[in-house]
C-alpha cells in the first residue's frame, strides 16, 4: 500500500510563504495525478490544487488561484505546494493525496484520490 508524507507546514504570519512537499513512502508503484486537500477546523474537507503526472496540467481552487503553485519533480517523485500571501483563512491541516489511474476528471473530488498522507498543519497568524 502506497502512503504519501507530507511535510513543511509550519506557523507563519499573514502575508507569508510556506512550502509543503509530498512523496511517497513507496516508489514502487506510480502515483499519477497528486493533489492538495485541506480540512480547517470545523469546516469540511476541501479542494485546493492537482497536477498531472506530466506537471503541464494544473488545476486550483477559487480561494488559492493565483496565490498557490503546485508543482510536480517526478525525478525525486515528489510533489510540492508553493503558498504565498497566506491569510488566517488559509489556516487547516493539509493532505496530500494521489491517484493510480491518470484519469484527469474531477480532480477536485476527493473520491478518486486511492492514496493520502496523514496531514500537515499549517498556521496563519494574523
Known amino acids: 500500500q502506497v502512503q504519501l508524507v507530507e511535510s513543511g507546514g509550519g506557523l507563519v504570519q499573514a502575508g507569508g510563504s510556506l512550502r509543503l512537499s509530498c512523496e511517497p513512502s513507496k516508489r514502487a508503484r506510480t502515483v499519477y495525478v497528486m493533489g492538495w486537500f485541506r480540512r480547517a477546523p470545523g469546516k469540511e474537507r476541501e479542494f485546493v490544487a492537482a497536477v498531472d503526472w506530466s506537471g503541464g496540467i494544473t488545476t486550483y481552487s477559487d480561494s488559492v488561484k493565483g496565490r498557490f503553485t503546485i508543482s510536480r519533480d517526478n525525478a525525486k517523485s515528489t510533489m510540492y505546494l508553493e503558498m504565498n500571501s497566506l491569510n488566517p483563512e488559509d489556516t487547516a491541516v493539509y493532505y496530500c493525496?494521489?491517484?493510480?489511474?491518470?484519469?484527469?476528471?474531477?480532480?477536485?473530488?476527493?473520491?478518486?484520490?486511492?492514496?493520502w498522507g496523514q496531514g500537515t498543519q499549517v498556521t496563519v497568524s494574523s
Open positions: 493525496a494521489g491517484r493510480s489511474q491518470p484519469t484527469l476528471q474531477t480532480l477536485d473530488e476527493s473520491g478518486p484520490y486511492d492514496y
